[in-house]
């Protein structure tokens, strides 16, 4: 059989450069999608930030533990004949680890306000940090966690992170299932846990809210 001459495609070759081509045509087309996607996102902001603006109470009544989709992830977490001082910790720890494992973390590039439902949520499996945070808490508030609170922080690199505080026998919890530790890592004294927390390397400055379902509270003028 003679040699295949210098140049000539070989049996195959076609079809494999064509499915080069198109994957690459397909990936430009979806980073033109995203651009596309970005652009219309900078450009509506102001309206989509003007609709979802929320009073104080109705950021508070984002922490609700009666939600069917709340109700309904925990009829399956939460253990039968649950007894808040015998079964909270366990009960606590599986609801994280359902969190930080099923929804994943998400950062937009754009200065958007807003806020998904917990039915939004888990059917889409992500949300950003705050969202996780008050998805998390109102998991916690459906056990009986009084003490559970959304966090939003300032951090050392002045970047923001929401997360869930939570106290339980004299020890202080922050849970932040965005970045999916183990449940204990940060527990124990309050002063050292909020020490030794930190996000992508960047430790905590200041709280600047908390909120649950019945309180919130501004620690800094954030206008």
């Known amino acids: 059989m003679k040699n295949q001459a210098d140049g000539q495609a070989r049996p195959g070759e076609n079809r494999d450069n064509s499915d080069s081509a198109s994957l690459s045509s397909g990936d430009a087309q979806k980073e033109l999608q995203f651009r596309l996607c970005r652009f219309l996102l900078s450009k509506y902001s102001e309206l989509i930030n003007e609709s979802e603006r929320r009073t104080i109470g109705e950021i508070k009544g984002l922490v609700n533990s009666d939600d069917l989709t709340i109700q309904s992830i925990l009829a399956d977490l939460k253990p ?29 590039d754009t200065s958007l306000n807003y806020w998904l439902s917990p039915k939004e949520i888990f059917s889409e499996k992500i949300a950003d940090d705050e969202d996780i945070a008050i998805f998390l808490c109102s998991l916690l508030l459906g056990i009986g966690d009084e003490k559970a609170f959304v966090v939003l922080a300032e951090l050392e690199n002045l970047q923001t992170h929401a997360f869930v505080i939570t106290e339980f026998r004299e020890n202080f919890f922050i849970l932040d299932a965005s970045q999916g530790h183990v449940f204990s890592k940060f527990s124990g004294n309050r002063d050292k846990v909020l020490m030794d927390f930190s996000f992508k390397g960047a430790k905590i400055k200041q709280f ?16």
């Open 80 to 108: 039968q004949n649950f007894g808040f001082e015998k079964d909270f910790l366990q009960t606590a720890e599986k609801i994280f680890n359902f969190v930080a494992s099923e929804i994943n973390f998400a950062e937009l």
């Open 208 to 223: 600047l809210y908390k909120f649950n379902h019945s309180t919130y509270e501004q620690f800094v003028d954030t206008e």
